[in-house]
């Protein structure tokens, strides 16, 4: 899969160049268009609260083509290429598209210091290939080099890599706090990573328009 951007940082819309038969997966609702010939496998949603549900397979014809995606609010597109040996932890919900080679982990072992026996808000992506991701606003790549750290609202985190020390806690005892959407919690991160952060809060975007 090759991917091409257009209409970013505001309205960005990623467009996946499929090969013969590949096969890639995305969310169906946030598909645009698709050349012609291409075979959409709608899977069902639901599965248990917090597990992700199957994404739709998008098959390319013998001859290749394309498929448009793009996120449900007003922001950028990214793609993350992951080489097989290190993988990302991203946000659930901010994934658009990925190769049929990467694997989503809601369960990955390392996040059970973080969320204990419960799903938590992130997934972990393995695998090779690449991973488009949609940011609600503006996307902010933050290196950290060793002995840097940075706090951020669970709210504005895309994704991160797997190796960066990470901390999740309250950001105060007089509020409540969720670790399945990462209300009332911070992340704090020590380099050396990468993080990635958006510029907008999803739900705060939603009340304004909905306002």
């Known amino acids: ?11 960005g819309v990623a467009r996946l160049l499929l090969a013969p038969s590949e096969a890639i997966q995305a969310d169906y609702d946030l598909m645009l268009s698709a050349s012609y010939g291409v075979q959409i496998d709608v899977r069902p949603k639901g599965g248990a609260r ?5 994404p739709t397979l998008f098959t390319a014809p013998p001859e290749g083509g394309w498929v448009d995606v793009a996120p449900a609010l007003p922001g950028e ?10 993988g990302w932890c991203v946000t659930r919900g901010v994934s658009l598209a990925a190769s049929s080679t990467i694997r989503y982990d809601s369960a990955w072992q390392a996040f059970r210091p973080m969320f204990g026996a419960e799903t938590g808000f992130l997934d972990h992506v393995s695998g090779q290939g690449s991973v488009v991701l949609a940011s609600c606003g503006a996307l902010d790549v933050v290196n950290l080099e ?21 901390r999740l806690r309250a950001a105060s005892q007089s ?22 952060t ?6 705060s975007m939603i009340a304004a328009l909905s306002s």
Do not use: N, W
């Not at 597109?77 to 290190?86: K, P």
């Not at 060793?146 to 990470?166: D, K, M, R, S, W």
């Not at 009332?184 to 050396?192: H, M, Q, S």
């Open 77 to 86: 597109v990214y793609t993350l290429e992951l080489e097989g040996i290190t």
């Open 1 to 11: 899969m090759q991917v091409r951007t257009r209409h970013t940082p505001a309205y």
């Open 146 to 166: 060793p002995g840097a750290a940075i706090t951020v609202t669970p709210a504005c985190l895309v994704a991160y890599t797997e190796g960066t020390q990470t």
């Open 175 to 196: 509020v409540p706090q969720s670790m399945r959407t990462g209300e009332g919690l911070l992340l704090d991160f020590a380099g050396p990573g990468q993080v990635l």
């Open 198 to 203: 958006q510029t907008r809060k999803p739900q």
């Open 50 to 54: 917090g597990k992700r549900a199957h």
